[in-house]
Nanobody, 124 residues
């Protein structure tokens, strides 16, 4: 079992930055590819960013490319999502997730462990 706890969400104005953190416990963190997903009201959960086990490769949704950065610190069992130039359409609950896959996966069904979610609200 892997337990994931997100932190760092909040209410900001458009153009601001936030950094989400996701602390993992329970199993060897470096054995999991990690991802960030988000779900806005009335919409399906969508892939935001992913990072492979080693952290050497990342991937992003087109909507956040160039504004968001995913990173991980395997020594601290933590994955981060740095979000810059936030837009109102980024408003959602953000979830971190862990997958036993080695490489980045965009399909939420490939992730077996999920955090509780962190609300991010961006006002215009």
């Amino acid at each position: 079992q892997v337990q994931l706890v997100e932190s760092g969400g909040g209410l900001v104005q458009a153009g601001a930055s936030l950094r989400l953190s996701c602390a993992a416990s329970g199993r060897t963190f470096s054995n999991y590819a990690m991802g960030w997903f988000r779900q806005a009201p009335g919409k399906e959960r969508e892939f935001v960013a992913g990072i492979r086990r080693s952290g050497g490769s990342t991937a992003y949704a087109d909507s956040v490319k160039g504004r968001f950065t995913i990173s991980r610190d395997n020594a601290k069992n933590t994955v981060y999502l740095q979000m810059n130039n936030l837009k109102p359409e980024d408003t959602a609950v953000y979830y971190c997730a862990a997958s036993v896959r080695v490489s980045i996966v965009r399909d939420a069904n490939e992730y077996g462990y999920w955090g509780q979610g962190s609300q991010v609200t961006v006002s215009s």
